[in-house]
Structures are given as C-alpha cells and as structure tokens.
C-alpha cells in the first residue's frame, strides 16, 4: 500500500547527541517536506525538497538539515540536539494534485 | 502569496450539534483549497479538497466545505457532531497552476465535542 512512514515514533534522546529522523515514500512523489509542530500550535515548514538533489530551507530557521539521495528518502538531521528541539517533527510528501500525504510524525524530547 | 485565518482556535459544540468551522483565504489566483483534520499525537490526514468544479465538496466523516470566492472562504461544516470528531482542523491554500507547490496552512481549530 502506498504510504509515507516516519520513524521513529517517540525518541528521547540527552542533549548534545546527533540524530536522524527517518521519512520514506512509496508513492514516487517528487515533493516532499517537514514540518516542526509544538503542541496544539500550527505547522512551521523547515525543509522542502522537490527532487532528488534538491532541498531548500522553509520559513521558519532550523538547525537541522536534510538531504535527498533518493527519490523515496528525506531524513532531517540534528548534529547536536538541544532542549530547544522538543519538539513534533512531521513529514509530508505530495504530487500537488492531491494535496499532502503526511506521515504519523516524530515526537522528539531533548533532555 | 497566499495566506489563511481560521476564525477561532477553539471551538466547542454539543454532541449532534452543527459543526462549523471558518476558513478565509488569500491568494492572488485561482486557489486549491484544503482542510486536514489531525488527532492527538498524530500526523495530518486530507479530510476533502476543492481544485475545480463544483463549489462544495464533500469529505470523509460527513465533513463538506464551500468554496465561496466572493466571500473568500472556505468553511467547514458537519451537520451532527460525533465525539469522534474532536480533533484539531487545519485549513490550507495553495495556488493553483504549475510552478507553485507549497500549501500554506492556518494557524489550526481545535474542535471540542461536549456529551
């Protein structure tokens, strides 16, 4: 079944570690994005990418990166998490014509 | 650019009640309009879209939504309230034709069903 996945779902993690927050597609769309969410707030894009090699940065600054070596795969990376990324980070992928898919999203807890 | 407000972050209804949830665009063209509904600790899922065509669409869950240009909105409406339905509602625009992906989302309803 065609899908978007994140995983992992829940992570609690010290501060200072690096990590990498896992997105695939199986719907072959060209466009996919991540959001940061707090809770019960509204979305703020980070990242975006249109295409495998491309990736742009969103609206909102972010310490973290993202790449895109495949067209199914869009990990986002923090080389050293803070306090200050708790945060829920979703994923989403679309081919415009149907709007987003988005995934079950990564609730991050830096301690 | 475009833009959406969503009038009230948090709205209360009764169980069976009417649902009504407002949503107001900006966009200098044609736009492609959205609401996604997201439960607790969960990602966004598509409630119902309007590209073209026909004015009111109808969603998933008994939800359905008016494009009204005139008035700029796009609101959401369910006619009796489920417990179910409490969750939170977001509405997004984005601009129609090619060149212009992204959808810019309101800031969220959060809907509260009373029993």
């Known amino acids: 079944e065609a899908d978007i996945y994140q995983t992992p779902r829940y992570l609690v993690i010290g501060t200072g570690k690096k990590i990498t927050l896992e997105c695939s597609q199986t719907?072959?769309?060209?466009?996919m994005y991540w959001y940061q969410q707090d809770p019960g707030m509204e979305l703020h894009l980070i990242h975006y990418s249109y295409g495998v090699n491309s990736t742009e940065k969103g609206d909102l600054s972010s310490e973290s990166t993202v790449s895109r070596i495949r067209t199914e795969h869009f990990p986002l990376t923090l080389e050293s998490a803070r306090p200050s990324h708790t945060s829920q980070y979703l994923c989403?992928?679309?081919?415009?014509?149907?709007?987003?898919?988005f995934g079950s999203g990564t609730r991050l807890t830096v301690v | 650019a475009q833009s959406v407000t969503q009038l009230g972050s948090h709205v209360s209804v009764s169980e069976g009640a009417l649902v009504l949830l407002r949503c107001n665009y900006s966009?200098?063209?044609?736009?492609?309009l959205f609401w996604y509904v997201q439960y607790p600790n969960q990602g966004l899922q598509l409630l119902l879209k309007y590209t073209t065509g026909a004015t009111l669409v109808k969603g998933i869950n008994g939800f359905e939504a008016e494009f009204k240009k005139s008035e700029t909105s796009f609101h959401l409406t369910k006619p009796s309230a489920h417990m179910s339905d409490a969750a939170e509602y977001f509405c997004?625009?984005?601009?129609?034709?090619?060149?212009?992906?992204?959808?810019?989302f309101g800031k969220g309803t959060k809907l509260s069903v009373i029993p």
């Open positions: 989403a992928s679309s081919d415009f014509t149907v709007g987003y898919t």
């Open positions: 966009s200098s063209v044609p736009p492609y």
């Open positions: 997004a625009v984005s601009a129609a034709g090619a060149g212009s992906y992204q959808l810019t």
């Open positions: 719907m072959g769309h060209d466009k």
